[in-house]
């Protein structure tokens, strides 16, 4: 699977963005893994943001603390898809952001980011104060 994720840019403080992660190379689509945002600042470890489960599971989504309520994620199964989208944005959400996905997750591993066999390149996010 390799996934493909674009959308970022410079933006000022209370902006918003689109983030996107388009999957191909694999006979089973975004529906069918757990597709997941993380991102990781300067000097800093990757951090969980957000993600949702395969349809079979129900598709739900969870948040870090810090982003629920301004970010929110979904999926376009035609497109083969993930957005990310970002509202209310703060300099502390400065960052590359990563997609990946991952198969079978147990509900306890999803916010772990070593749980998650696909990951995209990553896209750079600033925003400015």
């Known amino acids: 699977v390799q996934l493909q994720a674009f959308g970022g840019g410079l933006v000022q403080a209370g902006g918003s963005l689109r983030l996107s992660c388009e999957a191909s190379?694999?006979?089973?689509?975004?529906?069918?893994?757990?597709m997941g945002w993380f991102r990781q600042a300067p000097g800093e470890e990757r951090e969980f943001v957000a993600t949702?489960?395969?349809?079979?599971?129900?598709?739900?989504?969870y948040y870090a603390d810090s982003v629920k309520g301004r970010f929110s994620i979904s999926r376009n199964n035609a497109k083969n898809t993930v957005y990310l989208q970002m509202n209310s944005l703060k300099p502390e959400d400065t960052a590359v952001y990563f997609c990946?996905?991952?198969?079978?997750?147990?509900?306890?591993?999803?916010?772990?980011?070593?749980?998650?066999?696909?990951w995209g390149q990553g896209t750079q996010v600033t925003v400015s104060s």
């Open positions: 190379g694999s006979t089973f689509g975004v529906d069918a893994m757990a």
């Open positions: 990946a996905g991952g198969r079978r997750l147990i509900t306890s591993s999803l916010r772990q980011s070593q749980q998650y066999s696909y």
């Open positions: 949702m489960r395969e349809r079979e599971r129900g598709s739900t989504t």
